[in-house]
């Protein structure tokens, strides 16, 4: 079967830095999307890796290892408005995207 | 228009009634979407559309039914609602099925089946 893994529910300090994990197992691998979503929106996108590494976009970054099934999001210096929940999804053989459950981050002050 | 647009907002439906939730984009994509959003899981697939006059099943597309006349239009039918399809209802387009097109998403129909 396909699995997206990533945590339920995060907490970060304002200013902070956090990472926030995914792991997967799917029938092919067409790229790893992360979309954002806040609490009663759609979900908006954030980055896409196929190749191995790290790509950088302002404060927000993301790493792909095809070879352990990896990804992680990085969030630099959060904002309150970083509140929301991340969704990890991988796009399959059939070029469909398989989603994770989302990981709730909480910004404190 | 700008982006994708989705009516009713949200709606709340008799056990076997039909309903019909619109999907609308103005962005000349050729691949839609149509996922459902649960708590505690993942968006799922219910049906899709790589092109217009074509249209696929995803993961979970019983009880629900699709049409793709044209390129801007993606209405999602279902014939007779059960409790089981309540749930937070999302369009969404992109340019082409493949590669690294994101996916751009609607704002959502909440619907309930009581």
């Known amino acids: 079967g396909q699995n997206i893994d990533q945590p339920t529910e995060m907490t970060a300090t304002e200013g902070a830095i956090v990472q926030i994990n995914c792991t997967y197992q799917?029938?092919?691998?067409?790229?790893l999307f992360w979309y954002q979503q806040h609490a009663g929106e759609a979900p908006t996108f954030l980055s896409y890796?196929?190749l191995d590494g790290l790509e950088e976009k302002g404060r927000f970054s993301s790493f792909l290892s095809r070879s352990k099934g990896y990804s992680y999001l990085l969030l630099k210096e959060l904002q309150m408005k970083d509140s929301a929940s991340y969704l990890c999804?991988?796009?399959?053989?059939?070029?469909?995207?398989?989603w994770g459950a989302g990981t709730k981050l909480i910004i404190k002050p | 228009i700008a982006g994708i647009t989705q009516a009713p907002t949200s709606q709340i439906l008799a056990a076997g009634r039909r309903m019909t939730l619109r999907c609308t984009q103005d962005m000349r994509h050729n691949a839609m979407y149509w996922y459902r959003q649960d708590l505690g899981l993942g968006l799922r697939l219910i049906h899709y559309?790589?092109?217009?006059?074509?249209?696929g099943k995803g993961e979970v597309p019983d009880g629900y039914s699709v049409s793709r006349a044209n390129t801007d239009d993606f209405p999602l039918t279902l014939a007779s609602a059960v409790p089981s399809q309540t749930s937070v209802y999302f369009c969404a387009s992109s340019d082409s099925i493949s590669g690294g097109n994101e996916q751009f998403f609607g704002p959502g129909t909440r619907l309930t089946v009581l």
């Open positions: 999804a991988v796009l399959d053989s059939n070029y469909q995207l398989i």
């Open positions: 799917t029938s092919g691998f067409n790229g």
């Open positions: 559309s790589n092109t217009a006059g074509t249209t």
């Open positions: 890796n196929v």
